[in-house]
């Protein structure tokens, strides 16, 4: 099996495992809850995403990452985390404008994720950063959808 096909089916398959570690763990666990405590905990994750700033230490990566992807990847992924911290203490601290940055912070995450998944010539060059797209992504992706979800599933009236 070659390098592509290697990638895409470990990216393939930690979606499926995350997605069922939602629907049969997450999902119930985040029923019980008020929409800021489920909204806080889908976005903790999200607040780690300054790793991706990894793709640009040449050290790490096997070979320098084509800036087209390296580039927009570690700033959108620092982008997303700085926004997601900054959620994460409006959610806590219930701050009146805290479903709004959880609306910004989850476009922009999303948009991030998706903009680096169309780079289909990267992955042989990831090195030691294989693991972000293989495995933090699909959880990434997972909950951007579930809160997706939860806000969509909020904003409709009664």
Do not use: C, E
């Amino acid at each position: 099996m070659d390098t592509q096909a290697i990638f895409g089916l470990q990216f393939l398959l930690s979606l499926v495992v995350w997605g069922l570690i939602a629907k049969w763990l997450l999902a119930p666990w985040l029923a019980t809850m008020a929409q800021h405590q489920a909204l806080f905990w889908l976005t903790l994750p999200h607040a780690f995403r300054h790793i991706g700033m990894v793709f640009l230490v040449p050290s790490v990566v096997a070979q320098p990452l084509p800036n087209a992807f390296a580039i927009p990847a570690a700033y959108g992924d620092l982008a997303a985390g700085v926004l997601a911290l900054l959620a994460l203490i409006a959610l806590r601290t219930g701050w009146a404008g805290a479903l709004a940055l959880v609306w910004l912070f989850n476009i922009v995450g999303t948009v991030d994720l998706l903009n680096a998944l169309r780079h289909l010539n990267v992955p042989p060059a990831f090195g030691a950063t294989w693991y972000i797209p293989t495995f933090l992504v699909p959880l990434l992706l997972v909950t951007h959808f579930m809160i997706f979800v939860r806000l969509l599933r909020r904003a409709r009236p009664n």
